[in-house]
């Protein structure tokens, strides 16, 4: 069995530089999601999130072990599907392999804050509705880091909310009330971000994992994902006598998001938690750390569990959220969130501008191509052909945005379908009239002879 996984890399989509500047790779990013075979996938997002050396990069990559077990992907489509109730840990596969696939290293040496996003993408058809989709995983470096502002940590915090669809907050030891804070002015922020179109009786975000590391306190919450469970309502909890503050963190993280999920896991070991040489290899963890991390990583990434991304309350398409990833990281690279034109917006307007624009272009091409044809008889009813062929290919564009939208942008399409049919118009009318001397100057020629 392959679990090397070589076939795909960690790929920088986002990061600041060190003045602070955010820095979009767009290339990288097209090339991931455009690959054929997952343009009309429903998307699932895994994104974790967190401060340095906190073990993210460690779990994801036993995470990428548990889905090439699992799941085909881009880079390995044949791979036969497992079945996910096997009782032991055979995915877990080379037990003194070194772990592999987003670096994660012992050194204290800071890394640069960002987003990388794994290039293989897996593919699944879910199993209760037949649905195809592409699950991504997403790691993102930087949170309640010392040096980072906490403009930097809320705005990369805010960014992972828009994109993933599983969200997993990775802390160590327990949940603090600034951690509840971030993610409260996270949610907040990056609602901004949605803004209009948000409706008041759906929740923006799907699902908010808490990962908390070595856990100490097992007597009273248990490992996994019962005691998580029990150990997160009662952090949640709105209690009678907090003040005011404590209540509406709580109140704004329940209505953010649909789910609120939390893992405990025991501290790993010595050698996992201090070796400066430690590969991340299974066999030198502790047992109740390996039985622990196994069990998250079988419930977090169950199919049962796989969550659909969705914004404004419809299920994104990987075409559709890249063009969502592309408007957001503009947002994000322009230092504030424009007041005018939220993010849902803004993408909408520039993929509907697209759309629009290709269906003039095709207007344009078939009414000049017939021009030779046209004379001031039928020009009218070439121009009504060329234009319902451009509507119709309009119609059947894949559109985002609402009713609203797409009765506006119509009218818009319209609008420039018969602007340019004025100046077909002016031209056609010029070149009769030319035609016209020049067939009385031949006629004048002719009559002489
Ligand atoms: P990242 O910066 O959050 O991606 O952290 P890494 O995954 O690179 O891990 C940083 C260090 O923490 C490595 O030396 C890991 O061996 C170690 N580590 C991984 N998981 C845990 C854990 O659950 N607890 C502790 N204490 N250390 C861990
Ligand atoms: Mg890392």
Known sequence: MDHTHQHGKPVSILRFSDNKEVIVDNRELEKIFNHPEIQDRKVVILSLIGAFRGGKSFFLDYCLRFLYAHFPSIYNPSKHKQSFFRKNDYWIAGRDEPLKGFSWRAGTKRETIGINIWSDVFLHTMDRTG?????????????????????????????????????????????????????QFATEFAKFALKKNLKPEGKPFQNMTFLIRDWENNEEFRYGAAGGHNYINEVLNIKQDQSQELKEVRKSIFDSFEHVNCYLLPYPGEVVAGYKNYDGRWSEMDTTFKAELKNSIEHLLHPDNLVIKKIN???????????????????????????????????????MNNLIEKSVNDYKLTIYRNADLINAQNRQIVHEKCKERALQQYNAENKIGTAEHDYRFKMKLTEEIDKIFGYFKQQNEQIIKEMEKEREKFQTILDRE
């Open 131 to 183: 649905e195809k989709v592409a699950i991504f995983v997403m790691d993102t470096q930087g949170l309640f880091d010392t040096e980072s502002t906490p403009t930097d940590n809320s705005r990369i915090f805010a960014l992972g909310n828009l994109i993933s669809s599983i969200q997993v907050l990775n802390l160590k030891q327990q949940v603090q009330e600034d951690h509840l804070q971030y993610l």
């Open 313 to 351: 309350g419809i299920d994104i398409k990987v075409n559709e959220m890249k063009l969502y990833l592309q408007a957001y990281m503009i947002l994000f690279q322009s230092n504030e969130i424009p007041q005018a034109l939220s993010a849902y917006e803004y993408t909408v307007e520039s993929h």
